[in-house]
């Protein structure tokens, strides 16, 4: 079992920057690929970024790359998310999750095993 604990959602303005953190549980951390998903109210939940175990390969939605770094210090059990140029439309719950098995659909949330709480990201105009 995997236990994972998101921070560091606020309220931020448009073009302002965040960082999330999660904070995983657990001796295996650094064997599992880990992904953040967003989800707006109304809206499905979204594939936001994924980072292999080593962290030598990262993987982005369009619709965030080139604004959002995912990395992982897997001596501290953490995944980040560095969000910057933050637009309104980035508003939502963020999760961090936890893939097990090495998918290739790292896109997809169903192929994750564990999953946070959530931590909220609104960003203002």
């Known amino acids: 079992q995997v236990q994972l604990v998101e921070s560091g959602g606020e309220l931020v303005q448009a073009g302002g920057s965040l960082r999330l953190s999660c904070a995983a549980s657990g001796r295996t951390f650094s064997s599992y690929t880990m992904g953040w998903f967003r989800q707006a109210p109304g809206k499905e939940r979204e594939f936001v970024a994924a980072i292999r175990r080593s962290g030598g390969i990262t993987y982005y939605s369009d619709t965030v790359k080139g604004r959002f770094t995912i990395s992982r210090d897997n001596a501290k059990n953490t995944v980040y998310l560095q969000m910057n140029s933050l637009k309104p439309e980035d508003t939502a719950v963020y999760y961090c999750?936890?893939?097990?098995?090495?998918?290739?659909?790292?896109?997809?949330?169903?192929?994750?095993?564990?999953w946070g709480q959530g931590t909220q990201v609104t960003v203002s105009s």
């Open positions: 999750a936890a893939d097990r098995d090495f998918s290739v659909n790292y896109y997809t949330a169903r192929e994750y095993d564990y």
